[in-house]
């Protein structure tokens, strides 16, 4: 965790990408490191979200307003969904939202004085029931998400995964590094770095892959050192 923090440089106010599938610790780490100011974008893999991304984040017992306002979880589904939004949610939903709160639908009430139509609006979101509210309000964040990523402004790519080939990984989120932006990825075994360094080194500069490992020392009187005989796995 420590390596990843300081080769990606994490720091104050930064904005970074973090594919996190261990309970949200690499994301923990780079959010206690920014301060609280910055934007961190966590993609999982799945094709939904779920409560367990942020559990190492709120373990750390900040404001829920202000991780609300920099942290942003997401599927790396939704950044290709070419359906994603207000349509497919209405249709996955059986029609039981009958109109939009957004875009051409309102364009009749635009007509109407700003007063009725905040009413209307009003009105609206009220007769929704809660968890479609919530829905709603879900898709506007990653809408949000998507336009920020668009910029191509990201100080950073942090990836954890075992389960998935990180090649297809940094493929997707790569462009959305701004110029000269480091990315780190963590993988048990060394072969999908291998892949990735091949894939990569004709675009990027500085490729390196290292190995962590611990090396037991000797302490003795005038005797310290690291043991000189030891298993390199």
């Known amino acids: 965790l420590?390596?990843?923090?300081?080769l990606t440089n994490v720091m104050y106010g930064g904005n970074y990408m973090v594919v996190d599938t261990n309970l949200g610790l690499i994301s923990a780490g780079c959010f206690e490191r920014m301060g609280g100011k910055g934007?961190?974008?966590?993609?999982?893999?799945?094709e939904q979200?779920?409560?367990?991304?942020?559990?190492?984040?709120?373990?750390?017992?900040?404001?829920?307003?202000?991780?609300?306002?920099?942290?942003?979880?997401?599927?790396i589904y939704d950044l290709y969904?070419?359906?994603?939004?207000?349509?497919?949610?209405?249709?996955?939903?059986?029609?039981?939202?009958?109109?939009?709160?957004d875009?051409?639908?309102?364009?009749?009430?635009?007509?109407?004085?700003?007063?009725?139509?905040?009413?209307?609006?009003?009105?609206?979101?009220?007769?929704?029931?809660?968890?479609?509210?919530?829905?709603?309000?879900r898709i506007e964040e990653?809408?949000?998400?998507?336009?920020?990523?668009?910029?191509?402004?990201m100080?950073?790519?942090?990836?954890?995964t075992d389960e998935h080939h990180p090649k297809s990984i940094i493929n997707l989120l790569y462009p959305y590094l701004a110029n000269s932006r480091p990315f780190v990825i963590y993988c048990s075994v060394p072969d999908p770095?291998?892949?990735?360094?091949?894939?990569?080194?004709?675009?990027?500069?500085?490729?390196?892959?290292?190995?962590?490992?611990m090396r037991q020392y000797q302490v003795m009187d005038s005797r310290t050192r690291p043991d000189m005989m030891m298993d390199g796995s």
């Not at 349509?87 to 009958?98: A, M, R």
């Not at 100080?155 to 954890?160: P, T």
Request: aromatic share 6%; hydrophobic share 35%; proline share 3%.
């Open 103 to 137: 875009g051409d639908d309102l364009e009749a009430d635009k007509k109407d004085d700003e007063n009725n139509d905040d009413k209307n609006e009003n009105e609206k979101e009220s007769s929704l029931p809660p968890q479609e509210v919530r829905k709603l309000a």
């Open 49 to 75: 979200t779920h409560a367990g991304m942020r559990q190492a984040i709120e373990a750390l017992n900040f404001p829920s307003e202000l991780v609300s306002a920099s942290v942003t979880s997401m599927s």
């Open 155 to 160: 100080d950073g790519l942090l990836i954890v």
């Open 81 to 101: 969904d070419p359906n994603f939004g207000e349509e497919s949610f209405l249709k996955n939903n059986n029609g039981s939202v009958k109109r939009k709160i």
């Open 142 to 153: 990653i809408k949000q998400a998507k336009a920020f990523l668009e910029q191509k402004d």
């Open 2 to 6: 420590a390596q990843m923090l300081h």
């Open 193 to 213: 770095l291998i892949d990735v360094y091949n894939s990569m080194k004709d675009n990027s500069l500085y490729l390196k892959i290292t190995q962590t490992w």
């Open 39 to 46: 934007r961190i974008i966590q993609f999982t893999l799945e």
